[in-house]
Each structure stands twice: as structure tokens, then as C-alpha cells.
């Protein structure tokens, strides 16, 4: 489920060992532009708790989280999936998305995330650099990630514990 980071902020500050056992195995993080101009990394975003934050619209004016986890519904056997329809684990609204763009999958070797691109119009990007089509790259905490004209930030869960460990430090 789609949440905003500050939920996951107030989870972290009541109980971080419950927060950190309930993450999945990787999230995705999306930061929307501040002022029309894609931000770097999340250092220009406060980090609210829920209590403190607004009225939001998801992906308009906080960072949202999306969990990287196969649903139900969704029959391909070989990962995690990402798209605009909602028969994706992954869904991206946007023009710029495939149907289905790209999937998620884990390396055997040694249990770290790959990223494949399903053949998208719009291609997939790890790092700035265009994935070829079908042929998997491994990831790495924080790494950025495209789809499309949509960036997300690719974190594991404890990449992701440790990115608020730092940014909630006083």
C-alpha cells in the first residue's frame, strides 16, 4: 500500500524495532519537485510526522512510499512488477509509463534486488544510465531509479531505516 513517508515517520518514532520488522524487503521513494525542479535527494524535505502534515495529495507536495511487495492479483511469476495499470505490483500513473514497464526481481546469488525493463517505450534508468531491455541490473541503497519521466529512489529496508535514522537525527 501506497503511504506517505510522514506515516512512515510517526511508525519509526513510536517503536523503531516494530517499524523496522514490518518493512518489506525494499521500498521505493518518490520525492515529487519542489517548485518545478527535481530535487537531488530528500535533504530539502522536512520530515513530518502525520500529526503535523496537511491535507496531501500523493506525490504533489510530500514524499510517498511505495512498498516493493507481489500482490494477489498479479500473475507474473518473475518479480515484482511496475506500470500504469493497476494489475502491477508497482502502479505509476503517468503517461510516460508503460502498461507494464519493467519488474523487480531478487539476484540468488546474493539476495540483493535487480531491476529489468519489460521492453518500455519510455525506458528504464538506473543511475542516469538506459537499462537494455530484458537484460537484469543489480541495485544499490539509494540508487535512483526511472520510469519513464517518473524518478523514484530505490532503498532496501534497512537503507530505508537508516536514511531516517540520519535525517531525524536533532
Not at 518518490?30 to 537531488?40: D, I, K, R
Not at 510517498?64 to 494489475?87: C, D, E, H, Y
Not at 543489480?138 to 529512489?153: A, I, K, M, T, Y
Amino acid at each position: 500500500m501506497v503511504e506517505l513517508l510522514s506515516a512512515h515517520v510517526a511508525r519509526y518514532l513510536r517503536n523503531r524495532e516494530d517499524f523496522e520488522r514490518g518493512l518489506p524487503a525494499a521500498v521505493l521513494l518518490f520525492t515529487p519537485p519542489l517548485g518545478g525542479v527535481p530535487p537531488t535527494d530528500l535533504e530539502e524535505y522536512p520530515l513530518r510526522t502525520v500529526t503535523n502534515a496537511g491535507p496531501a495529495t500523493l506525490g504533489q507536495d510530500e514524499p510517498v512510499v511505495f512498498p516493493l511487495l507481489k500482490s494477489q492479483g498479479n500473475a507474473f511469476g518473475r518479480g515484482i512488477t511496475v506500470g500504469r495499470t493497476s494489475n502491477n505490483d508497482v502502479v505509476l500513473d503517468d503517461g510516460s509509463v508503460s502498461r507494464f514497464h519493467a519488474w523487480f526481481s531478487r539476484d540468488a546469488g546474493d539476495a540483493g534486488f535487480l531491476l529489468t525493463d519489460a521492453g518500455s517505450k519510455n525506458g528504464s534508468y538506473v543511475g542516469g544510465g538506459r537499462l537494455l531491455a530484458r537484460k537484469p541490473m543489480p541495485l544499490e541503497d539509494g540508487v535512483r531509479l526511472r520510469f519513464g519521466q517518473v524518478e523514484v529512489s530505490f532503498y532496501t529496508a534497512g537503507g530505508f531505516a537508516r536514511l531516517l535514522t540520519v535525517r531525524l537525527q536533532p
